[in-house]
């Protein structure tokens, strides 16, 4: 019997690392999924390709989509600052605009293209940015668009979006990765890196990471800036 097939949506951050390791220890025949999107914290673009050889996905496909050509995000627009944690009201301006739409339309096609029925998101809406493309509703929709715009409406089978972090607050994730062997030092979350690649230590992620690393009574191994 062929060993059952997910598509992990990888950014190299932490919540992504922990869905792996959630669908490897599942039993998941793992394909790792990365978007190299313009992001300026590209740097998680390195850390995605090590957790996916650490957990021995069975490959790893780095899609290159350049959002940067209409910007509207200050992770995408040179023209808009990373705020520091806090500053920001509302919706932050570190939202990309439907993001998590475009990765999981990928991540769909590619699941359907290898028979794969099941695909991993490492989206959260308890310790998170506030971003409406995290939320239990979006991923709901999202599963009852995926399943009628494919060929799984017409051939009596279905795709199933999993988000095993949804209800969890960092510290809880943090330690079932650890539990599942995850050395969180080779992934990568500050939206704003210096040029070497050490988290900025002021960022709302850097900020979740930090307190989450607290709350766990475990010891923080993220590299961070002089500057922090």
Same mark, same amino acid.
């Given at each position: ?61 780095? #899609?290159?989509?350049?959002? /940067?050509?209409? @910007? ?6 040179? *023209?808009?600052?990373? !705020? &520091? ?87 809880? #994730?943090?330690?079932?990765? /650890?539990?599942? @062997? ?6 990568? *979350?500050?939206?704003? !890196? &210096? ?34």
């Amino acid at each position: 019997m062929d060993k059952k097939k997910a598509v992990v949506l990888l950014s190299g951050g932490l919540d992504s690392a922990t869905c792996l390791a959630i669908a490897k220890s599942e039993g998941y025949e793992c394909h790792a999924l990365t978007f190299d999107y313009g992001q300026r914290h590209d740097t998680e673009l390195a850390s995605a390709k090590v957790i996916a050889e650490k957990f021995g996905a069975f490959d790893n496909i780095s #899609i290159k989509i350049d959002l /940067t050509k209409w @910007g509207g995000s200050a992770l995408t627009s040179s *023209s808009i600052d990373v !705020p &520091d944690a806090g500053e920001t009201k509302g919706i932050p301006v570190t939202y990309v605009p439907a993001r998590n739409t475009i990765f999981l339309s990928f991540a769909v096609a590619w699941a359907e293209t290898l028979g794969a029925r099941d695909i991993f998101i490492g989206v959260n809406s308890v310790d998170y940015s506030g971003y409406p493309d995290c939320r239990p509703q979006f991923i709901e929709a999202f599963e009852k668009c995926a399943n009628l715009g494919t060929k799984a409406t017409d051939e009596g089978w279905a795709f199933k979006i999993h988000a095993p972090l949804q209800s969890k607050n960092k510290a809880e #994730i943090i330690k079932m990765g /650890t539990g599942l @062997g995850i050395d969180y030092s080779i992934t990568h *979350s500050c939206y704003n !890196p &210096d040029n070497k690649g050490s988290a900025c230590g002021k960022c709302d992620s850097c900020e979740l990471r930090r307190k989450g690393f607290e709350e766990a009574d475990m010891p923080d191994p993220t590299k961070y800036s002089a500057k922090a």
